[in-house]
């Protein structure tokens, strides 16, 4: 199946045409499936209000009504909401690449006493269960006065990301040959020195896919935002399309659809287009 | 150098006895006060900053300006580290001035000549370098995820519940009692953490696995040269990927929902009857399983598509030659080569999946309800069920054990992971 021979390819016995055919069908199938809830959502923000949303893909009577609603109803904010989880996510991103960096160039380039225990207790840091550290953090953030704050939530968002990024930084790091650096090293460069001029500007895809990562992770994160903001002011995407789905009206519906369509929408854009980017950054360790 | 000969034995216990001594021993004058210096500082500070915060850890009982029971035992629980830090000191310590003291025996042994190389080669100076690069992210995780687990854990062995909540009332240390409870054969808690566990277990292994399968189905078709417009096919598959997951997860909220919910209305128009999604037992399963098949295939396309492509093609085109059929090359080629490499991502995601909280928190909230039972729902897993028991319930100390429990869950499961994927044997390799 994985592989077809150029012999094989023109004996065009029926077998073979079934089995295409075979092939495409799964693939349509999948792509209706994966399609349907999409476009779906997609119409429902265009449904008005009045009535049961269906399960119709064009809407009778579209409307950018709820569109207009999310922007001008003091209930949605959706540019509120928005904003806040931009400056959330963009934010812990910029500090979890910004302390990363450094440590992963360290465990990559460096060889020094508990080294190889740090790691592997980065690695057992990621295998605990959230749950165990929410009492402590919320109490630890009550103590510093960050309750209710985005400050709080950046804080537990970049040291959350802290573990995962060295690690795929530190196996970009590995791969980036040592050589360049080492005959600057001999041309008097300092170490800090090889590290911002030499290995960053080389290692810059795992830069911007350490950033997205980082980025995309608290983008939707709805668990932590809920137990750190109060405040319906402060409230992230999230915790916005949460009080528009737990309400259980129906007639709400439209409008969370065109909430979720306005959220969703740069990320799939910005995914998309960076897709190659995030798989190999993923996958680059992993398989060689 | 003060001393030709020092002796390695002599170096330690000085230096064991006090940090530095050793090391003055041997003729390192300047390492050796700097190391006194900061037993000194430590010792200050265990009799002063620290003490309160030690004495709370082990009592719980209110001290000085520590009077929540929750503060009390972070306070004790940031000290502790800090002396086992200073430990961990003390012990390199030790073991510098012995090392030091045979290397600079070892380079008093040499010839004349050869000693001319800088000592400093024979011992030389542990830099602070590396730790300056990583101080930042460590004293970064070091307050978000390790004292915060730490805490986490310890509450597994208090009473921290309703009746015993700060800032009014305070909480105790009760020992192993919470697991007791959880795991005493026949209680209504045993009863309830066998069916949540068994659903937990399920939903992992079968997520996990239906998953891979269309994931593997998918890239298969789509590495087939038969087929035409991959990159239309592909871009449309990836799509669940790009969608946050909170997103989708509301979405399909909607999409099964029995009132509004159009997969109900299909079904209808199809002449099947509506299913009850959320409110029986087995199709709120069915439903939660969909959600994250949808929400999951995606990846595992991605990672199967990019490790078939790992494949070289002479493996196929020897095996044609010998007269495999297109289904041989697959069994006997493909999937074991495939999951040779794919197997580690596999246990890691299923892992994460055992602890997909996500999913079934903003899908079903862990419902339908169960008759008799200690708060979990029929697709309450294991994590959706510890968070429903500490902030619904307020039972802070048994929720804490339970996390215990997943937690050694995840260690197991992980540990093959490492196993498989050689992560430690590499680890060891590189130094």
């Known amino acids: 199946m994985a592989v077809t021979s150029r012999q094989e390819k023109t004996q065009r016995n029926p077998g073979r045409v079934l089995g295409t055919v075979l092939m495409y069908l799964v693939l349509i199938m999948a792509c209706i499936i994966v399609l349907y809830p999409l476009i779906w959502v997609l119409s429902c923000s265009f449904k008005s209000t009045a009535g049961l949303v269906g399960s119709s893909l064009i809407p009778a009577n579209p409307t950018l009504a709820n569109y207009k609603k999310i922007f001008t109803d003091p209930n949605v904010n959706f540019g509120r909401w928005f904003f806040n989880t931009l400056k959330l996510s963009a934010v812990s991103a910029l500090v979890a690449l910004a302390l990363t960096t450094p440590a992963a160039y360290a465990f990559s380039r460096m060889r020094f006493a508990g080294r190889r225990q740090t790691l592997i207790g980065f690695m057992i840091c990621q295998m605990f269960p959230g749950f165990m550290a929410i009492v402590a953090l919320y109490t630890l953030l009550g103590w510093a006065g960050l309750i209710d704050t985005h400050l709080g939530l950046i804080v537990l968002y970049a040291g959350g990301a802290i573990p995962f990024s060295i690690w795929l930084l530190k196996g970009y790091f590995d791969s980036v040959p040592v050589e360049i650096e080492e005959s600057a090293l001999i041309d008097g460069a300092t170490k800090f020195q090889a590290f911002t001029r030499i290995l960053l500007p080389l290692a810059r895809p795992v830069l911007y896919v350490v950033a997205l990562i980082n980025f995309l992770g608290p983008y939707a994160e709805y668990l932590l935002a809920q137990v750190v903001i109060n405040s319906g002011s402060k409230w992230t995407l999230a915790m916005g399309m949460r009080s528009l789905t737990v309400s259980q009206f129906a007639t709400d519906w439209p409008i969370f659809s065109a909430v979720s369509v306005l959220t969703a929408l740069p990320i799939v854009i910005v995914f998309l287009s960076a897709e190659k980017y995030i798989v190999s950054g993923l996958t680059r360790g992993a398989i060689k | ?431």
């Open chain 2, 1 to 431: 150098m003060a001393r030709a000969n020092p002796n390695p034995v002599v170096a330690g216990v000085l230096s064991a006895l006090l940090a530095g001594a050793g090391q003055v021993y041997n003729g390192q004058r300047k390492k050796g006060v700097t190391y006194m210096a900061v037993e000194a500082a430590f010792l200050i500070l265990l009799f002063t900053v620290l003490r309160d915060p030690l004495y709370g850890l082990v009592t719980l009982n209110p001290v000085g300006k520590f009077l929540d029971s929750r503060h009390i035992l972070l306070a004790g629980i940031i000290a502790a580290f800090v002396v086992a830090a200073y430990a961990w000191f003390h012990i390199a310590n030790i073991v510098d001035a012995a090392r030091s003291a045979s290397s600079i025996r070892a380079f008093h042994a040499l010839p004349e000549d050869a000693r001319r190389i800088s000592p400093e080669y024979w011992a030389p100076a542990r830099t602070l370098g590396p730790y300056i690069y990583i101080a930042p992210s460590i004293l970064a995780a070091f307050f978000v995820i390790v004292i915060p687990l730490a805490f986490g854990i310890l509450l597994a062995f208090t009473n921290y519940n309703l009746y015993h909540c700060p800032p009014a009332g305070r909480f105790d240390w009760v020992g192993l009692a919470n697991f007791l409870k959880l795991l005493k054969p026949g209680s209504s808690w045993q009863n309830q953490l066998t069916m949540v566990l068994g659903w937990n277990i399920t939903y992992a292994l079968l997520g996990t696995t239906l998953a891979f399968v269309s994931g593997l189905v998918l890239a298969l078709i789509l590495q087939n040269r038969r087929i035409r417009f991959k990159g239309v096919f592909r871009a449309i598959l990836m799509l669940p990927w790009a969608v946050p997951a909170t997103v989708s997860i509301m979405v399909f909220f909607g999409l099964f929902n029995t009132t509004f919910g159009p997969i109900n209305d299909i079904l209808k128009s199809l002449g099947l009857k509506a299913v009850p999604w959320f409110q029986d037992r087995t199709w709120a399963r069915v439903s939660v399983l969909l959600t994250h098949v949808w929400i999951s295939t995606p990846f595992n396309l991605s990672i199967i598509s990019a490790a078939l492509q790992s494949i070289p093609e002479e493996i196929y085109e020897a095996a044609t030659v010998d007269g495999a059929s297109p289904w041989q090359s697959l069994a006997k080629i493909t999937f074991p080569l495939l999951m040779s490499i794919v197997a580690p991502i596999l246990v890691l995601t299923l892992a994460g999946n055992f602890n997909n909280f996500g999913i079934i928190y903003l899908l079903t909230g862990g419902g339908p309800a169960v008759a008799g039972s200690r708060g979990a729902g029929a697709t309450d897993i294991l994590m959706t069920w510890v968070y429903d028991l500490g902030f619904r319930q307020l039972q802070w100390s048994t929720a804490s054990a339970l996390a215990v429990l997943v937690f050694i869950f995840v260690v197991i499961f992980s540990l093959i992971n490492f196993r498989l994927s050689g992560v430690l044997r590499q680890l060891r390799e590189e130094e």
